[in-house]
């Protein structure tokens, strides 16, 4: 099957850890994004890449980290120093970035469930 | 910030048409109007997109202002398994996707 998996889907860490979010796509796509939804609220963007080796922040990438060594690959670090971590983190592709005027559209994982005990 | 208003919430008949409103007050010319549903604790799904035309697909229909401020999504015989948040949101070539709140469609049998 094609899509995009992210994994665990449920992920409990006590306060001062790190914690690494896993996210995989075997679309092809060039794009891939990471977005953060509280409860009840839609979604925020935090990191996103359009190109291996290349990421740029979003608008809430303070206390997160990401790396894109691998095109199918993005995973996203939640550090110690991110104050409330307790979120639903998405991951997102789309096929890459076109000329002015193109668009193209982003699919979404299935999300992980972070929860700070 | 959110770039879209739409109604918290709306219900709808089992079998009738869900018609989604949403108002795009500062949208520009290149922005692409997107609708994406969420299901509980799921992430969300692509609906449909447009940029002036009315749209359609096998999920929804997709009505769209001759100004484009507004537009209305249309699912047109609702079922249970269409309850969900439905967003609207706007896209453009820098790819950047702005989700509000959405509206929380409730369909009743």
């Known amino acids: 099957d094609g899509g995009i998996t992210q994994s665990p889907k449920y992920l409990f860490r006590k306060e001062g850890q790190n914690v690494t979010l896993s996210c995989e796509q075997n679309l092809n796509h060039d794009a891939m994004y990471w977005y953060r939804q509280d409860p009840g609220q839609g979604l925020r963007l935090i990191y996103y890449?359009?190109?291996?080796?290349?990421?740029q922040k979003g608008d809430i990438a303070e206390g997160y980290s990401v790396s894109r060594e691998k095109k199918e690959s993005f995973p996203l670090t939640v550090t110690s120093a991110q104050k409330n971590p307790t979120a639903f983190y998405l991951c997102a592709s789309s096929i890459g970035l076109g000329t002015s005027g193109d668009v193209d559209t982003q699919y979404f994982g299935p999300g992980t469930r972070l929860t700070v005990l | 910030d959110a770039k879209t208003t739409q109604p918290p919430s709306m219900d709808c008949a089992e079998g009738r048409a869900a018609n989604l409103p949403c108002n795009h007050s500062t949208i520009s010319g290149n922005e692409y109007v997107y609708w994406y549903r969420q299901i509980h604790s799921q992430g969300p799904q692509y609906i449909i997109h447009?940029?002036?035309n009315n749209e359609t697909n096998e999920m929804a229909s997709l009505i769209i202002t001759e100004d484009r401020k507004s537009s209305t999504l249309i699912l047109p015989h609702a079922t249970l398994r269409d309850t969900a948040v439905y967003y609207c949101?706007?896209?453009?070539?820098?790819?950047?996707?702005?989700f509000g709140g959405g509206t929380r469609l409730m369909v009743k049998p």
């Open positions: 890449s359009q190109i291996v080796n290349d990421f």
């Open positions: 447009g940029l002036k």
């Open positions: 949101t706007e896209n453009n070539a820098g790819n950047m996707l702005t």
